[in-house]
């Protein structure tokens, strides 16, 4: 999909001093702004709506929104849910500390 956005008129023609440039925006499909695509993917949903902004002269409205954050959970079965227990609580700070102490003990000597 391609899609442009263009100050002028299509086609170009000889413009009088008085004849005030129309906006165009030309995208790439007709199923660009439907209703599936939209929902699917609200990139399209934004791009549609900044363009709309756009050719109706309302530029303030021309943005890009932030993305909503989701949740997401990570699903474990007991037996990994207390491997994560013993690697985070026992393991991963023991070990740390023995590093501790064997730079420390390293150091003293020297």
């Given amino acids: ?10 086609p170009p023609r000889r413009m009088s001093a008085g004849t005030p ?9 007709p199923m660009f702004a439907g209703n599936e695509q939209v929902a699917s993917m609200r990139l399209n949903g934004d791009l549609f709506l900044n363009a709309v902004g756009w050719l109706v002269g309302q530029e303030e409205l021309v943005s890009i929104r932030s993305k909503s954050v ?10 990994q849910s ?11 700070p023991q070990l740390l500390s023995a590093i501790g102490i064997a730079v420390w003990w390293r150091r003293k000597s020297r």
């Fill in 82 to 92: 207390v491997q994560v227990f013993y690697l985070s609580v026992l393991v991963i």
């Fill in 21 to 29: 440039r129309r906006p165009t925006s030309p995208v790439g499909t």
């Fill in 70 to 79: 989701r949740a997401s959970r990570a699903e474990l079965t007991p037996h």
């Fill in 1 to 10: 999909m391609s899609a442009s956005a263009v100050a002028g008129s299509w």
